[in-house]
Every structure is written in structure tokens, then in C-alpha cells.
């Protein structure tokens, strides 16, 4: 049956996907956004579907919250501020945006006559900190976040908390302890549990996504906080090269943004994963450097990443998905390659224009001493 169906940060990358595949799934779906200057220079985006109703608001308001939510069955909140970088310097942003923003999206759930049938969050593996290890002589172990004088000395690799010697990353799994390296990940794992606390209160069922990295067409290109495969891009396509920060190995999990939607669509017609917080990525870990060698290919570009030996304030090593839980509760499965992904990307790339921010963005956090 159809359902009415909000999508708060619905103009964005991930949420105008969803928006077209639960229109044409036969649902009603109204978007709701403050088209953010730092990602929608250019106003509503062109390519947001008419069918969709939209409405131009910020999740901090709580009487837009409440008009947006009226009539509406199902809930996905994918609203947020989302740099790692950049909230290390703009707090207030993006603990209001983020934090702030789903209390506001919870309270005008309470003031509704009628229930809201599901919430679907958008989470984040940003969470779980440094991801999982296995170390030879002392099994599984899970180690701090590296220090800043770590960073400073470029020993990259974290190593085992007990015995000192080297990891091996394994696949992350739901049960791994969180531990947030940046404000960002502290805001998203609030979003989380405030979401999952509602729920249980409320009786709301309520999924949280926890997406890993997250690639496609409709990637904000000119955002220098947005996810590296389109910052790479809009380098390459402006002629200049990648920055790579640390070594290039550190391994993350690449997931096509069309595999996310069908997550979104899983979560909302299941209610095995009711209540709990689910991972969804690839479940294959890629370097960062191989992610550059492979666009670039795929761009027929010429030009190779530069290894710039740098941190960022807020990274972590390697982290990576273990999907098992997706897999079971929700009978998801990735169906993109990472390669076949990237092809979609790069078509889509040749009908763009992007200014390419990489630096600005750079000597931002060098300001703030985040990046040495
Ligand atoms: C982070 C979050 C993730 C969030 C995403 C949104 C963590 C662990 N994860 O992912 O949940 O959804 O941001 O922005 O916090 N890099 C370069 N050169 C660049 C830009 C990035 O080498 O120009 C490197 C980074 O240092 C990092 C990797 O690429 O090692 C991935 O960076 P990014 O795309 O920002 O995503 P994460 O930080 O992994």
C-alpha cells in the first residue's frame, strides 16, 4: 500500500536517490531540506523529482518539523552536517544540526495525534572509532584512537594495546564498542541513541543505517567535506592531483549509494531489525590509494595521487564492514562492484563543472592546527 513518506535531507545525495525509488515504488514522498549553500550553491537541485513534494526548511525549526510531519506514515532522517573535518572546527554547527535537529525531529513525534508507523536514521561507521583488530599473539583487541604526537611522527599503523606488536584489521562488526574520533561521530552517535531510546520508549519501531563510505552520482562535488571519492574527482576533473593524507593504505569500505537505497527500502518493509542499529557497506575493505588509482583509470586521467605523509584531525586507521547482520535481518546484499560503481560515477561526472575546494578546505584545518 502507499505510504506518505518524509525524507528530511531529502535534495541530498543519498536522500534524492531514495526519493526517486520510493516514488517509484507508488509511494507519496515529501522532501524536506535547508538547502545548504556549502552543497546546493546553485538552489533546488535539477535533478529532484517532481512528483515529490518539497518543502524548504531546517531541522533545528520546530514548527517547519512539525507541518513537514503532518500525514506523514514513515520517516527517514538523513538531514546532517557531514565533514569529519570541518566539525572539528564548527561545534555549534554541527552538534545543532545534528544533535539538535532529531531532538526537535523526536519531540514533534510526541505532538502528533497519530503515530509515525517507522524511523529509518541515517547513521554512521564514523562510531566505532578505529575499526577492529586481530593481533598474532593476543587475539581480538580494540585499540585507542592514535595519538596526536602518533600522527605527528607518521607512524601510522595502531598497534596492539597489550603486546605492542602489529594488527591485522578485521571485518567491524554492530558489537565492536564505540568510541567517536570527532565531533561529527559524537553527533551521529547521538543521533543513534536518542533515535533507538525514542523507539524503545514509544514503542516507534526505529532502524539506524550505519553507513560505511558512501560513493555515487549526485555526490556534492564542490563540497571540499564531502566523502573522498568526489573530492578526488573534482580534483582530477580540475586538472590537479589527489591528496592523499597519511600513507595511502589506510582501508575503508566502499558502498554504491544504489545498494544504500535498497538497504533503506529493506529497513522499512522488515521489522527484523527493529530497534537495533544495522551496518551496510560493501564488506570489502580498499585502500585509499587504490581508490585514486582506480578513479583515476576509470576518469582516464593521467594524473597520479600525491602522497602527501599528512593527518587529519578526527581519521582513523582502517575500518571496514562486517555485513553479516545486514545480511541476516535484513536479507540485504551489495550488488554493485566497486568498479561498475565507479563507471556510473564517471558517466555522470562528464554533464558536471566542479570548482575544486580540496585546498581551501586543507588550509582550513591546518588553521586550526587539525592537519600536520
Ligand atoms: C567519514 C566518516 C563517515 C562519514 C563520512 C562523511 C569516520 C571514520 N567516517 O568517513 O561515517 O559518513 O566521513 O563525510 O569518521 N582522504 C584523503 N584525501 C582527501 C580526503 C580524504 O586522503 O582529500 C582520506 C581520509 O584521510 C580518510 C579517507 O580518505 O582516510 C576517507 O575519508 P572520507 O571520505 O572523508 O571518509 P571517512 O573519514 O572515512
Known amino acids: 500500500m502507499a505510504k506518505n513518506i518524509l525524507i ?18 507508488g ?41 513537514a510531519l503532518n500525514g506523514i506514515d514513515v520517516v527517514f532522517h538523513m538531514a546532517a552536517a557531514v565533514g569529519v573535518g570541518q566539525s572539528m572546527y564548527e561545534i555549534e554547527h554541527y552538534m545543532g544540526t545534528n544533535t539538535q535537529g532529531t531532538a526537535v525531529l523526536l ?10 508507523e ?3 536514521l541515517a547513521s554512521s561507521m564514523s562510531i566505532y572509532g578505529e575499526g577492529k583488530y586481530l593481533c598474532a599473539q593476543c587475539g581480538g583487541v580494540a585499540p585507542q584512537l592514535r595519538s596526536v604526537i602518533q600522527l605527528r611522527t607518521k607512524q601510522w599503523e ?18 565492536k564498542p564505540l568510541q567517536c574520533s570527532s565531533i561529527y561521530a559524537l553527533s551521529k552517535r547521538d543521533q543513534e541513541d536518542m533515535c533507538l531510546l525514542f523507539g524503545r520508549t514509544y514503542a516507534l ?37 589527489p591528496m592523499i593524507f597519511e600513507d595511502g593504505r589506510q582501508l575503508r569500505d566502499f558502498i554504491s549509494v544504489r ?36 578513479l583515476a583509470h576509470a576518469m582516464d586521467a593521467e594524473l597520479p595521487a600525491e602522497l602527501t605523509q599528512k593527518y587529519r584531525a578526527g581519521d582513523v586507521r582502517h575500518c571496514f564492514a562486517d555485513i553479516t547482520a545486514a545480511r541476516k535481518l535484513l536479507g540485504y546484499t551489495p550488488t554493485v562492484r566497486f568498479a561498475d ?21 586543507v588550509a582550513h584545518l591546518s588553521e586550526f592546527g587539525l592537519t600536520a
Open 8 to 25: 528530511t535531507g531529502g535534495a541530498g545525495f543519498v536522500g534524492s536517490h531514495l526519493a526517486d525509488a520510493l516514488l517509484a515504488a
Open 27 to 67: 509511494h507519496n514522498v515529501r522532501i524536506f531540506d535547508n538547502l545548504t549553500d556549502q552543497v546546493h550553491h546553485h538552489g533546488i537541485p535539477e535533478y529532484l523529482p517532481e512528483e515529490a513534494e518539497f518543502v524548504h526548511g531546517d531541522v533545528r525549526d520546530s514548527g517547519a518539523i512539525r507541518r
Open 107 to 116: 519531540q514533534q513525534f510526541l505532538q502528533r495525534k497519530s503515530r509515525v
Open 118 to 120: 517507522k524511523l529509518v
Open 158 to 175: 595502531p598497534n596492539c594495546p597489550v603486546c605492542s606488536e602489529a594488527l591485522t584489521p578485521v571485518p567491524t562488526d554492530e558489537s
Open 205 to 241: 519501531p526505529v532502524v539506524a543505517l550505519r553507513y560505511f563510505n558512501i560513493y555515487g552520482t549526485r555526490q556534492a562535488l564542490s563540497n571540499p567535506y564531502t566523502g573522498v571519492a568526489a573530492i578526488f574527482a573534482s580534483r582530477l576533473m580540475n586538472g590537479h592531483q
Open 259 to 294: 545498494d544504500v537505497v535498497r538497504a533503506n527500502l529493506l529497513a522499512m518493509e522488515s521489522s527484523q531489525a527493529d530497534g537495533i542499529a544495522v551496518n551496510i557497506g560493501s564488506g570489502e575493505p580498499i585502500s585509499i590509494h587504490e581508490v585514486a588509482a582506480e
Open 341 to 361: 560503481g565507479l563507471k556510473d560515477l564517471v558517466q555522470w561526472l562528464c554533464s558536471q563543472q566542479p570548482q575544486d575546494r580540496a585546498a581551501e578546505a
